[in-house]
């Protein structure tokens, strides 16, 4: 089956640094989606970009379908981006597979 | 409003036990999932079901059953609970089946003791 590999897998930053966090799919999927999993276990929608590139505040994010990978852009970090960002695709079953996800911590 | 709602938040409970988590979506979508995100936050799908008809069935031990008495509700139901069905289950919905953004519950923390 398909596999959506994340990396890095742990990255810790001191708060107002910039980063980027990267999803790699091993075949085509569809309806690309990147979640926050904050540290109380809620997963909240980022982005649903199944290709191109959309913006939210601090964060944005850019599908390149074409090349089976997903880029998180996470710029002025706060403490409160702390948490696990899982990026997410629907392969040719309709299943939505999830990578292992980016644990992310900001040092205040 | 929350659109998908999970109750309860945490579950306690003994092994051999029989619980149900509920699921409720009020953004009248068409599709639900349960998913299940173990103790090192692999998140990987259980079920899926559109229209109240189940589409996707993973290997899925056949003590955990769901249920979805109409578009907007997918139970989740598990019998003779073991040590090793300890986990956060996540409700799920998105528009149609195939296609569009899915939209998670906050999910119930399972534990059995």
């Known amino acids: 089956g398909i596999q959506v590999e994340q990396s890095p897998p742990d990255l810790i930053l001191q708060e107002g640094a910039n980063s980027t966090l990267r999803c790699n799919f091993s075949?085509?999927?569809?309806?690309l989606q990147w979640f926050h999993q904050n540290p109380w276990g809620q997963l909240i929608n980022l982005f649903y970009i199944p290709s191109g590139t959309k913006q939210n505040g601090r964060l944005s994010a850019t599908t390149v379908a074409t090349e089976r990978y997903s880029l998180l852009y996470i710029s002025s970090s706060q403490t409160t981006d702390s948490g696990v960002y899982f990026c997410?695709?629907?392969?040719?079953?309709?299943?939505?597979?999830f990578g292992k996800g980016t644990r992310l911590h900001i040092l205040p | 409003d929350t659109a998908v709602s999970q109750t309860p938040k945490y579950l306690v409970t003994q092994m051999g036990n029989d619980k149900s988590i509920k699921c409720e979506q009020n953004l009248g979508h068409d599709t639900m999932y349960w998913y299940k995100q173990d103790s090192k936050k692999f998140l990987k799908i259980m079920f899926s079901y559109n229209n109240k008809e189940l589409i996707i069935n993973e290997t899925v031990p056949n003590r955990f059953s769901p249920k979805s008495p109409d578009k907007a509700h997918l139970n989740l139901h598990i019998n003779s609970l073991e040590l090793g069905d300890s986990a956060v289950y996540f409700c799920?919905?998105?528009?149609?089946?195939?296609?569009?953004?899915?939209?998670f519950g906050q999910g119930t923390r399972l534990t059995v003791v």
């Open positions: 799920a919905s998105s528009q149609v089946f195939g296609g569009t953004e899915a939209f």
């Open positions: 997410a695709g629907m392969n040719r079953d309709d299943k939505i597979i």
């Open positions: 075949d085509s999927v569809n309806n």
